[in-house]
């Protein structure tokens, strides 16, 4: 602190020096936002002053109490060790299974994941059998849960990437009925491949799948995740999978997508974990946006709004998305540790997460 | 940045018992709570413990389910999680394929 003020940041990583009163009242509309767009609790006054106290620790990292721990696991972590700098990556030139050896051995996290650095379902059908000898060979030397991570990534199914007529195409022509039709389609579609690469891998032991990002093409891409997982559920029920959203709300894209006699579109992180739980996930993970143009104070404050409610809301274990512009974390491509640090920390002890 | 979720909130991994408490949410979808307490207990330690380097790796060598050090000739990777998963009650997808593929050894011995 000095004086009166606090050195944090904006929604854009830019370091500011913030009076303490004018944090507070950003924690107070942050939570108000989320509390508002969610029709969900905001978050109560000494939750509030307990956000504004990590936000003011005079430390430069923060970090839990001992015994207050969770399980950390991830989309690809160890994968930044060889990938470029579009991924937040090193580019060392080594190969993923000992960038998965080094990051378990090394950063110590509680599960590993492997996965293709494109990161979608669609282009992994394409070298199955290259990823089903990857994930064979590795799996044997990882003493950590090896998951296989992946975007459902429904966009690659429309033209001009995949075989369906292009709903943003087809919307503004007025062609309503045929943009949800292309949709349904394609999400039949995307779930078979789902189902096609869970299945293979299962065969070469995966411990986890992860549909990371899910929901990013809108409501019939997460129903479209949902039916993978049923399906995954029965032809693969030693395998665990985690569902990471891509937002905090579900676009309607579609509209009228119904899941379990729910409708997908509009839904916020504590109404998707309920559909997540239905279709047999093991894990949820929420994503909550962030505004550039607020500040950290403010986007974290909402986030664990919108975390807190999921949490009370799910009977899985919820593992909160903490990547670059998600769940508070600020958006820019290095991502500062004191922000980090301080959403790891908030949405632990205030929004009762049982992982990252 | 994974590196500093992990200091900041982080089990561990194979350090402690971050990877016994993340088996327990995979395999029963069990709340952080209720996974720590099932590991502490099947390690017959108490819960402040699962993220004590100092008892944690001695316990892990002991066990047999992979310490995050090289220790040439001790458990590791395939045949760790063996164990682990015999520690836990639980069924790994790995460890069950690698089991059966030894099947032909049955009565060799």
Redesign the interface.
Known sequence: MKGDKILTRMGDGERVWMAIEQAREDVALGSQDAGKKGNIAELCAEDQERLLAILAEPGRIVSVSPGEEVVVTDDGAALILCSGSTDGGSGLAIDRQPAILAYERTFAPDTVSTGIHDYSFKPVKAIMSNERQAYASTVLLTTAPLFYGSQPNLGLYFQPDGPHPNPAELLPKGDVQGARQSQEEAAAHLTRDMVFVGESLYEMGCEGLNFDTAGSAGDADFYAALMAIEQLKMSAPNMAIEVGMAGEFVLGMHGQIVYRGERLAGMFPHQQVKMAEAAGADIFGPAVNVNTSRSFAWNLARAVTFVKATVEAAGIPVHANVGMGVCGVPMCVETPIDCVTRTTKALVQIGKIDGL | ????????????????S??L???M???R????AE?KRYVAKNLGID??D??NEEVMYQLRQDLG??V?T?VPGDP???V??CR?AQLLGI????????VSSLSFLKGSQ
């Open positions: 940045m994974p590196l500093a979720h992990i200091m900041a909130a982080g089990m561990g991994g194979i350090r402690t971050g990877d408490v993340a088996w949410q995979m395999r979808k069990m709340r952080i996974a819960l402040i699962l993220t389910i992979g995050v090289g590791e990777g395939i760790a999680k682990i069924s790994i997808n790995s460890v069950d394929r690698f």
